[in-house]
C-alpha cells in the first residue's frame, strides 16, 4: 500500500570558521582605462565566488560586472584566503573585497575631485562615471578618472581589503564563545510515499525557505540551495560509506555502487529566499553553501513518521529500514 | 542605498567556459617530459613497519625514482604534523601512503609500485568507536583513542543546569541517532602536477580548496619558504570539503624535487572511494526535558565522532557540532559532549555541513519526536522555541539577524500550508 506524508524540519548554520581567526584578503586594482582586476586568494569550487566577488567590487566601483577581471589562479600574485569551507567566502572575503574596492575608489575621487570642483566626500561612482552627488551631469567617466590617475597624477589605483573575525576559543570549562560571524536560518517541507510492501520512498515534493542575508546573486543562490537539496537527498536515502558499519566491509569502491542522485531521482524543488541582512556582512549577506545539504533528512524522516507512524533514527533510508520498523510497529 | 549590480542574476563568471569545455582543470595540463605517479599504500589496517625495500623497484626500466618517509624533508603535516606524508614507523589505516614511484607512464609505475616489499608486523585494529573509547581498546595513536580538550575526553558545553532542568520539566523525551560515513562524490579526484624549475622554484598546480594553507602545509613539508613554491589552482571540479586535506601535492612535489622532473599524480575513483578524507560517522544521544505547554528546558546531547586514524579537522568538525547541536532553539539549560574518537579507518575530516549535518538530522527528527510526546504540532513546537533577537546560545553567544519564525512563516506560504492565525502573527522580535 502507498502512503503520503508531509514533514518540516528547521535549522541554522554558522558563517565563517567556527572559533574565527579567519583571514581573506582582496587587491583591487584599476587599469588605466577604467576596468578592473581583483585579485584574490579565494577558490571558486564551482558554487561561483568569482561571480559574487566582482559584483560586489563593480558595485562599490559603480562599474558594470563586466568590466571586472578576476584574478584568483596564482598565488604569486593572490592575496591570502584561508580558503573556501565554513561557508566563508561570500562573507569574509566579500567583506575584504568590498573594503578593497572602497580604497580604490577612494583614490579615484581625490583624483576627480579638483576637476569636478568638489569634496571627495562629495562624489558618487554609478554607471561607469564619478559625479557630484545630487547633480550627475557634473561627472567624469571612471575610464577618464584612471587615466589622469596615472598619466598626470602619478598615482596607482589599487586597493586593499582585509577582514577577519577575532579568534574566540571556547572556555574549558563550559564551553562558552562566540563562534561564529553571523547565522542563516533555514526550513524545509518535505511531501514522500512510502510504499509499505517495498519499504520504498518517493520524494513527492521538497519546498525550501533559506535566509542568506542578501542574495548577492539569486541565482547562484537558487543554485546552491537546489544542489545541497539534492545532496542531502543522496545522504538520506542512497549514501553510505560502509554499508556494513562498524567494519569497513562491502566498502563501495566506485559509483557503481556509491550510488548517489541523478536528475531522475530529483523530484519538485520550490525554493524561497528569505533575505534577513546580517549586521556584519558584505550587504548583509550570510553564507548557505553548506546548510543546504543539511535540513533535506529530517523533513524527509519526518513525514515518513507522518505516512506510517514509525521513526527512522539512523540514515540513510533503505527499504529494508522501513520494512524492519513496519515489522517492529506491527 | 540602491544597489545595480549586487542582487542581479548575472551569469556565472566561469560559467560558459566549464560548459564549453575550455576550463583547464589539473588533469588538463600537460608539460612535456611529465613522469607519472602511483603509490604503495598499506595493506593493513594497523601494524608496525619492520623494513621497506624499493630496491626491486628501483631496477624496473622507465622508473625515475623511488621515495619512502626519509626523502621527505619534513615528514609530517596535518594538525599537529601526526600524518606522514609517506608512513615509516607505524600504519593506521588499510590504504596509508608507505612509497611512490615517479615513471615515465601510470602501468609502469604501478609494476614498480607491485615490487615494493614492505615488512610489516600486523597488529589487531579497532573499527567500532564505541569499542575504541573502551579503556581495553588496541591504541589507534600513541596519545589515545579519544580527542583531548584540555584535561576532558570531549567538548563540553555547560549552560545552565540541566539536571535541575529534568526535575522541572513535565516529561523527558530521549532518542539514539546515527549518522554514517559519506563520501564528498565530487567530480574530479584528487590530482597534482608538480614541475621544478632551475632557479630551484616549484610550481604545484592543485585541486585545493585552500590555497594558501596548503602553500604553508606544502612549504612546511618541503622546508621552503613561500617564495620558492608557486600554487596555481583556484578553479576546483568540486571539492564539497575533500579537498581541505592535501592529498596529492606533498609526494608529487617530493618526487619533482627528486627527480628534477614535472611529476603528476592522479587519484583513481577506487582510490578517491577508499582512501580519501570522508564524512565520519556519529552516534548521538538526545535527552529533553519538556513543559507540557512545548517548552524545552532543558537538553543533554552526547555525540561520539568517528574521526578514523589522524585529528586532521576533526577536533573543530567537534567542536562546531557541539557548539550548535542544541539546535536553533533557545534552550536554558543544556549540556552538550562531544567525543572525537579515533579508530583504523582512513581520517574522516571536513564536509559540506561538518558536525551541523548530523546535528540537523538528530536534533529536527527529535523534535517531532517532542511534538508528538507533549501533543503539539510540528510547526507550532517550532515557533514555541525558536531562537528570538537578543537570546543566546547554549555558548551564550548573543544573537542578531535572528530570523526564523519568519523562514518558517514563508515557508508555510509558499508551500500552501495554512497556519494558525497566531502563529502568522509571530515574530523573532517579540519578546519571548
Known amino acids: ?330 | 542605498m540602491a544597489l545595480n549590480v549586487v542582487g542581479q542574476r548575472v551569469k556565472r563568471y566561469d560559467g560558459l567556459a566549464h560548459v564549453a569545455g575550455e576550463t583547464k582543470f589539473v588533469d588538463d595540463v600537460i608539460v612535456p617530459g611529465m613522469l607519472w605517479t602511483k603509490v604503495f599504500r598499506s595493506p593493513v589496517s594497523k601494524g608496525t613497519i619492520k623494513n621497506i625495500d624499493t630496491s626491486a623497484a628501483e631496477k624496473v626500466a622507465g622508473v625515475a625514482a623511488v621515495i619512502t618517509g626519509k626523502d621527505v624533508p619534513n615528514n609530517r603535516y596535518g594538525w599537529g604534523g601526526d600524518q606522514y606524508v609517506l608512513n615509516d614507523t607505524a600504519v593506521r589505516y588499510k590504504g596509508e601512503p608507505i612509497a611512490a614511484v615517479a615513471a615515465v607512464d601510470e602501468d609502469t609505475a604501478a609494476e614498480a609500485v607491485s615490487l615494493i616489499k614492505v615488512d610489516i608486523e600486523e597488529e589487531t585494529p579497532v573499527f567500532d568507536p564505541l569499542e575504541a573509547m573502551k579503556p581495553d581498546a588496541p591504541l589507534v595513536r600513541p596519545e589515545g583513542n579519544v580527542f583531548m580538550y584540555g584535561d576532558r575526553p570531549f567538548r563540553a558545553i555547560v549552560l545552565g543546569d540541566v539536571e535541575a532542568g529534568f526535575k522541572e520539566a513535565d516529561l523527558i523525551v530521549e532518542g539514539d541517532y546515527l549518522h554514517p560515513w559519506l563520501e564528498h562524490a565530487q567530480l574530479e579526484p584528487q590530482t597534482s602536477l608538480a614541475v621544478p624549475d632551475a632557479s630551484g622554484r616549484l610550481t604545484v598546480y592543485t585541486v585545493s580548496q585552500a590555497l594558501y594553507l596548503h602553500l604553508q602545509s606544502l612549504c612546511s613539508v618541503l622546508q621552503m619558504p613561500m617564495n620558492k613554491v608557486h600554487y596555481i589552482g583556484g578553479t576546483v571540479g568540486g571539492g564539497f570539503g575533500s579537498k581541505n586535506d592535501m592529498h596529492a601535492d606533498h609526494i608529487a612535489a617530493v618526487l619533482a624535487l627528486k627527480t628534477g622532473r614535472p611529476v603528476k599524480w592522479r587519484w583513481t575513483r577506487e582510490e578517491e572511494m577508499l582512501y580519501s578524507t570522508a564524512k565520519g560517522s556519529w552516534h548521538m544521544h538526545f535527552k529533553d526535558g519538556v513543559k507540557k505547554d512545548g517548552r524545552i528546558i532543558a537538553r543533554h546531547v552526547r555525540s561520539i565522532h568517528d574521526s578514523g586514524a589522524y585529528v586532521s579537522l576533526n577536533a573543530y568538525v567537534v567542536d562546531k557540532h557541539s557548539f550548535l547541536v542544541a539546535g536553533p532553539y533557545f534552550i536554558p539549560n543544556v549540556y552538550v559532549q562531544g567525543y572525537a574518537v579515533f579508530t583504523n579507518k582512513p581520517p574522516a575530516s571536513s564536509m559540506r555541513g561538518f558536525g551541523i549535518t548530523p546535528a540537523t538530522f538528530a536534533g529536527e527528527v527529535q523534535m517531532d519526536r517532542i511534538a508528538e510526546a507533549v501533543g503539539i504540532d510540528p510547526w507550532e513546537i517550532r515557533f514555541i522555541n525558536a531562537f528570538r533577537e537578543g537570546e543566546h546560545t547554549a555558548t551564550r553567544r548573543v544573537l542578531d539577524s535572528v530570523a526564523l519564525i519568519e523562514v518558517m512563516q514563508t515557508l508555510a506560504k509558499t508551500a500552501g500550508v495554512q497556519l494558525p492565525d497566531r502563529l502568522m502573527a509571530m515574530s523573532s522580535t517579540q519578546r519571548r
Open chain 1, 1 to 330: 500500500m502507498k502512503k503520503r506524508g508531509v514533514g518540516i524540519a528547521a535549522a541554522l548554520y554558522p558563517t565563517g570558521m567556527s572559533g574565527g581567526g579567519d583571514s581573506s584578503q582582496a587587491i583591487v586594482k584599476v587599469k588605466t582605462d577604467g576596468t578592473v582586476d581583483l585579485i584574490i586568494g579565494s577558490c571558486d569550487i564551482g558554487q561561483g565566488a568569482k561571480t559574487v566577488l566582482a559584483q560586489m567590487a563593480a558595485e562599490e566601483l559603480g562599474i558594470g560586472y563586466d568590466q571586472v577581471t578576476v584574478v584568483n589562479q596564482d598565488t604569486d600574485a593572490t592575496p591570502m584566503c584561508f580558503g573556501t569551507f565554513a561557508s566563508r567566502v561570500t562573507f569574509v572575503a566579500g567583506n575584504a573585497v568590498v573594503q578593497a574596492a572602497r580604497e580604490a575608489r577612494s583614490i579615484l575621487f581625490e583624483v576627480a575631485a579638483e576637476d569636478l570642483e568638489a569634496s571627495p566626500d562629495d562624489l558618487v561612482a554609478a554607471d561607469g562615471k564619478i559625479f557630484v552627488r545630487g547633480a550627475p551631469d557634473r561627472a567624469k567617466t571612471i575610464a577618464e578618472v584612471a587615466g589622469k590617475a596615472n598619466f598626470a597624477m602619478r598615482k596607482l589605483v589599487v586597493g586593499r581589503g582585509h577582514y577577519m573575525r577575532n579568534p574566540s576559543s571556547p572556555d574549558p570549562q563550559t564551553g562558552q564563545t562566540d563562534p561564529f560571524a553571523t547565522l542563516a536560518w533555514a526550513a524545509v517541507l518535505a511531501e514522500v510515499e512510502v510504499d509499505t510492501d517495498t519499504g520504498e520512498v518517493e520524494i513527492l515534493k521538497l519546498v525550501t525557505c533559506y535566509d542568506v542575508g542578501r542574495a548577492i546573486n539569486p541565482l547562484l543562490a537558487e543554485g546552491q540551495i537546489e544542489g545541497g537539496t539534492v545532496m542531502g537527498i543522496g545522504a538520506t536515502l542512497m549514501e553510505n560509506l560502509y554499508p556494513f558499519y562498524p567494519t569497513q566491509a562491502w566498502q563501495p569502491e566506485s559509483y557503481h555502487d556509491y550510488v548517489i542522485p541523478t536528475a531522475a531521482d530529483v523530484p519538485e524543488i520550490v525554493s524561497a529566499i528569505y533575505e534577513c541582512p546580517s549586521t556584519n556582512g558584505p550587504y548583509g549577506a550570510k553564507g548557505i553553501g553548506e546548510m543546504t545539504a543539511n535540513v533535506p533528512a529530517p523533513a524527509i524522516i519526518n513525514a515518513i513518521h507522518d505516512a506510517i507512524g514509525v521513526w527512522i533514527t539512523e540514515v540513510p533510508v533503505t527499504p529494508e529500514k522501513i520494512l524492519k520498523a513496519l515489522e517492529a510497529k506491527g
